[in-house]
């Protein structure tokens, strides 16, 4: 009987022997793992710790189960589509992460009212280069890591500086330097 996913179509092939427990999954322990390791704590998030039923949370969570079963799907085939169903959720989740973390304190009114369009627009733009190229593996990792960079970024410029997080004992220099960043952010997500 021949190996069901042959030949196998995504531009990356993991550390896990290929079909070692069945001729229908590719990479069992990875499969497995990536339903309990990824969607289990989206599903649990969803139903424990999504206390306020908001939007944005809902759709974090909802997306870090999408990327548990896209990962399950990729390492149980290796086909080029069930990759992309689990790389691009990764940089979804990414851009989620930014706007959860630049609205962290709930209030109806948005502070940033144009930053999901504009996060929307990165994600459609990934998405037509992840598609363009999606062969050449290393423009998704820059692509991930740019995302990741800018996600650090996003956290330690508004969040941790308008939280007053600094070590700086010059207190009006750190109020003033968070002003600056806050104000920086606002302009850039409202204009």
């Known amino acids: 009987m021949g190996l069901f996913w042959e030949p196998h179509s995504s531009s990356i092939d993991f550390c ?24 289990l704590f989206g599903i649990l998030g969803l139903a424990i710790n999504n206390h306020t039923r908001e939007l ?29 169903s689990d790389e691009l959720p990764m ?28 996060l929307f627009l ?8 992840y598609y363009c190229l999606q062969k050449i593996y290393f423009v998704f990792v820059c692509t991930f890591i740019s995302e990741t960079a800018l996600v650090g970024t996003w956290l330690y410029l508004v969040v941790y500086h308008h939280r007053g997080g600094t ?13 600056r960043t806050e104000g920086a952010a606002q302009r850039i997500c409202t204009t």
């Open 16 to 39: 896990e022997s290929n079909y070692l427990i069945s001729n229908y999954i590719v990479e069992v322990h990875n499969s497995w793992s990536s339903i309990v390791g990824l969607s």
């Open 56 to 84: 944005r949370h809902t759709v974090a969570y909802s997306i870090l189960v999408l990327i548990g079963l896209g990962s399950a799907g990729l390492h149980g085939t290796l086909h080029w589509f069930l990759q992309s």
């Open 91 to 118: 940089m979804y989740l990414l851009l989620s992460i930014i706007y959860l973390c630049a609205e962290w304190d709930g209030q109806k009114e948005l502070k940033y009212p144009n930053l999901p369009t504009m």
């Open 122 to 129: 990165i994600a459609v733009v990934n998405t037509i280069i």
């Open 167 to 179: 070590k700086n004992n010059n207190q009006n220099k750190s109020n003033s330097s968070a002003a």
